[in-house]
Nanobody
Framework: QVQLVESGGGLVQTGGSLRLSCAASGRTFSSYAMGWFRQAPGKEREFVAAISWNGGSTYYADSVKGRFTISRDNAKNTVFLQMNSLKPEDTAVYYC??????????????????WGQGTQVTVSS
């Protein structure tokens, strides 16, 4: 069992930056691929970024490429999402996800094993 707790959300102006963190419980964190999703009001949850168990592979949605960076620290059981050049359309609740297969996170999110409770990110224009 893995529990995920996100933090770092908040209100920021257009062009600003935020760094989200997701702290995971359990001793098997390093065996999981990790990802970030987001859900804006009235919209479906969408994939944002994913990282393999050792950080060797990363994947991004086209809408965030070049602006967001996902990283992880297995010694601290934490995954991060650095968000730069934020836009109003980035406003959403951001969720952390963990799964044994990065394919599930990137391609089949309905199969994702664990989800966090979400953290709100609001970008003002």
């Amino acid at each position: 069992q893995v529990q995920l707790v996100e933090s770092g959300g908040g209100l920021v102006q257009t062009g600003g930056s935020l760094r989200l963190s997701c702290a995971a419980s359990g001793r098997t964190f390093s065996s999981y691929a990790m990802g970030w999703f987001r859900q804006a009001p009235g919209k479906e949850r969408e994939f944002v970024a994913a990282i393999s168990w050792n950080g060797g592979s990363t994947y991004y949605a086209d809408s965030v490429k070049g602006r967001f960076t996902i990283s992880r620290d297995n010694a601290k059981n934490t995954v991060f999402l650095q968000m730069n050049s934020l836009k109003p359309e980035d406003t959403a609740v951001y969720y952390c996800a963990a799964d044994g297969a990065i394919h599930d996170i990137v391609v089949v999110p309905t199969n994702v094993d664990y989800w966090g409770q979400g953290t709100q990110v609001t970008v003002s224009s």
